[in-house]
């Protein structure tokens, strides 16, 4: 076998294409929506390499066109799951046993791939399928994917890389990565096509093995990955591909001997059980399991009297309304100086008035959809119970429509009590609630946001007094994982912003991080002795 210490790329992160009216991509882009509307799919479960379809189906539909079908997939079951994990177990020998610039070399073809060939491809899927305009699915689907894929080779070389800076004379110390010992369960969120993919990815690039199961409302994008996967050489059974019922997985997964890890993005309340189950399982597992999650935040914008009010203004109505406020960084409760409420108010409301709402195939419509009814109705309750509650003024939206599409206008609500429910409960949608707090009382305000929510993923301070941001940095530290100085709270960029919180946000495992890729490796350490000793007796016995 050839030896050599490799230099991989170095990573940049990948320009975002403008779509503008006129340009090359954006007359592909639309060629490919037309191209992927004009059929129906039939969307299979990969596992061991082979497609295995079955004959309970789910159904794929645009969020914002749900009688529109796209495509078909086959719903599986235990069965299927556990022959998931044998295939990757099977598959386990010979991919970690791969020289790493060999594995390397297959997620930067992917990389490569998506940057090129299936650009527009993966992106329709992205903008049918999960109702993302067609910017918000370029920063997800091509450009944060290709950054994964792209920064982790790189990360993945700077870990093996570190070794022990001491080997005294007649010893070699060295520390060799290894895969966990078993295979690793990525459980997938609808909303980031990049997080979709980077979660099972990052584990395999590794040399671990993956059973991958995606939310339902992503298959349409998850089986095109598993195509471009597979194109760029994937060995067959390192990534198995699932679409079966989350307890059902679960039975199977968590009692497994040889589960050695879950890498997870979803709801507080699914990681806290999942979390739970493996505890009470701990002594079934050949190790102890890595258990990495990232699980939604309730996000704020704190906006101090010294704040530029168009800033304020841009940065709130990008960070609550951009993808319909379904991202788990979304601003979603923001506190406003009184003094500059007025200012920011007018501002707000003359933007919001400019919003237009509809299909991601019409881009002129910066919102779309919410992904699917659930979602809807859970969304409208609020919406309903804010128009009766004394002391909530819904100063724009409020209305809401699921005729076509799932649509839920971008509403903004004041309150008067800043512990009120939709500034406290995530609602994961386009709902934004303002509460003003008067300008002496700025101090008190930061506890107030320290305290309000269990989450601590993003948050951000707009401010033009030094003072005030340094006070709020600190006061904050500890209530968002990701803070932003004068933006909105959302865009982590991989290699720029390594993204995760803490308390009920999860894990902080940094997607996006080399601190992510050691969470898939366990060290091991080897000592080797030249001239060892032959007599058992140390010099002060003499």
């Known amino acids: 076998m050839l030896k050599g210490f490799f230099n991989v790329p170095t990573p ?91 594995r ?39 450009c944060e994917l290709i950054d994964f894929l792209r920064f982790n080779v790189s990360y993945m070389a700077d870990i093996y890389k570190q070794q022990p800076p001491v080997s005294p004379k007649g010893v070699w110390n060295r520390v060799e990565q290894r895969p966990l010992e078993g295979f690793v369960f990525a459980l997938t969120p609808f909303n980031f096509t990049a997080i979709a993919a980077n979660l099972p ?59 050695a890890g879950i890498h997870f993005t979803g709801s507080t309340a699914v990681f806290q059980n999942i979390w739970k189950t493996i505890g009470t399982n701990i002594h079934k597992y050949k190790t102890y399991p890595r258990i990495v999650g990232e699980t939604g935040g309730k996000d704020f914008i704190l906006v101090h009297a010294s704040a530029d009010a168009e800033v304020s203004s841009t ?55 919410v992904i699917d009814d659930r979602s809807f109705t859970k969304l409208a309750k609020y919406i309903d119970q804010a128009k009766a509650d004394k002391g909530v003024e819904i100063i724009a939206g409020g209305n809401y429509d699921k005729s076509k599409g799932y649509f839920i206008e971008p509403t903004v609500l004041v309150v008067d009590d800043p512990k009120y429910t939709t500034m406290s409960e995530e609602l994961f949608g386009p709902v934004l609630t303002v509460y003003v707090y008067d300008d002496a009382d700025f101090d008190q305000v930061l506890a ?15 401010a033009q007094d030094r003072y005030a941001i340094d006070k709020a940095s600190y006061a904050l530290r500890n209530a968002a994982g990701n803070f932003y100085i004068n933006d909105k709270c959302t865009g982590a960029v991989v290699g720029q912003q390594p993204f995760g919180g803490a308390r009920g946000s999860g894990t902080n495992d940094k997607a996006g991080s080399m601190i992510n890729l050691l969470r898939w490796v366990s060290p091991r350490t080897i000592k080797e002795t030249f001239d060892p000793p032959k007599d058992y007796r140390y010099p002060f016995m003499g």
């Open 448 to 462: 107030l946001i320290d305290t309000t929510s269990g989450y601590a993923l993003t948050g951000a301070v707009i």
């Open 315 to 369: 940065a709130i109505l990008r960070g609550a309304f951009e993808y319909q406020g379904q991202k788990c960084s979304a601003a979603s409760r923001t506190y406003i100086a009184k003094s500059l409420w007025p200012k920011i108010k007018e501002l707000m409301l003359r933007d919001l008035a400019t919003f237009k709402m509809g299909g991601t195939e019409d881009f002129s419509n910066f919102v779309n959809a």
């Open 201 to 259: 990815t990052s584990a395999a690039l590794m040399g671990n093995v993956v059973v991958w199961k995606p939310a339902d409302t992503q298959v349409y994008a998850a089986n095109l990955l598993m195509e471009i996967f597979r194109e760029a050489g994937l060995p067959d059974g390192v990534i198995n591909l699932v679409y079966v019922d989350g307890p059902e997985a679960g039975e199977v997964i968590f009692n497994s001997p040889d589960f």
């Open 104 to 142: 390397a070399a297959i997620f930067l073809k992917i990389a490569e791939l998506i940057s090129g060939p299936y650009r527009y491809k993966l992106n329709a899927a992205t903008m049918l399928g999960q109702s993302k305009n067609a910017y918000q699915a370029e920063i997800d689907a091509a």
């Open 12 to 102: 940049e992160n990948e320009p975002i294409l403008g779509y503008a009216p006129g340009s090359k991509e954006r007359e592909l882009l639309k060629a490919a929506l037309a191209e992927a509307r004009s059929k129906k799919g039939d969307i299979p479960m990969y596992i061991g390499g082979k497609a295995v379809h079955t004959d309970k189906k789910g159904t794929v539909t645009p969020p914002h066109d749900h009688q529109h079908v796209l495509a078909q997939y086959s719903i599986g079951d235990k069965t299927h799951v556990q022959q998931a994990i044998d295939a990757a177990l099977a598959a386990k020998p010979q991919w970690e046993n791969l020289p790493w610039e060999q």
